[in-house]
């Protein structure tokens, strides 16, 4: 290949790069306010089932709305009544087993940048062991919009 070539194959690269995160970052900005004058559609309603298990709890998340739903965290209220964040894990071995704070990072973001569309379902995970003194009516799942959506437990 000739350095021409090879230049413009790069330049495309980055300028789609560029392209995709100058969108994503307008979309971030944008959808609040398209939002509010009903151009977009907010998150829900998201349906949760919970299915509580020895080692593990599975949350179905069902997303009924009419958009893509962009999920934040797990909540929960602990024995002494604060909030608490589980990890939300991918599959039922993770829940089971010691999550290490570098892997928790990198599973907390996984949760953030995964959207269900219109009509689908995510499954998620949590440990039971760590939910232990917990209410478990009081779990809940936050979107990116700050609402929470109840859980209902089987």
């Known amino acids: 290949m000739d350095p021409i070539t090879i230049i413009v194959i790069v330049a495309g690269l980055l300028f789609a790069g560029v392209a995709y ?13 398209f939002r509010l004058v009903g151009l977009k559609s907010s998150t829900g309603p ?15 998340i069902i997303n009924n709305g009419k958009g893509k739903a962009m999920l934040a965290a797990v909540q929960v209220v602990g024995e002494n009544g604060k909030k608490e964040f589980p990890v939300p894990c991918t599959s039922k071995i993770e829940a089971k087993e010691e999550v290490a704070e570098k892997k928790e990072k990198e599973v907390r973001k996984h949760f953030l940048s995964e959207k269900i569309d219109q009509g689908s379902q995510k499954k998620v995970y949590l440990n039971s062991a760590k939910l232990d003194g917990c209410d ?3 779990l809940s799942v936050l979107d990116m919009d700050g609402k929470h959506w109840s859980v209902t437990i089987k």
């Open 21 to 33: 995160f100058i969108e994503d970052a307008f979309d971030k900005m944008l959808n609040p306010i």
């Open 46 to 60: 998201l349906e949760i089932i919970a299915e509580h298990n020895d080692q593990f709890i599975e949350l179905t």
């Open 136 to 138: 478990l009516k009081s």
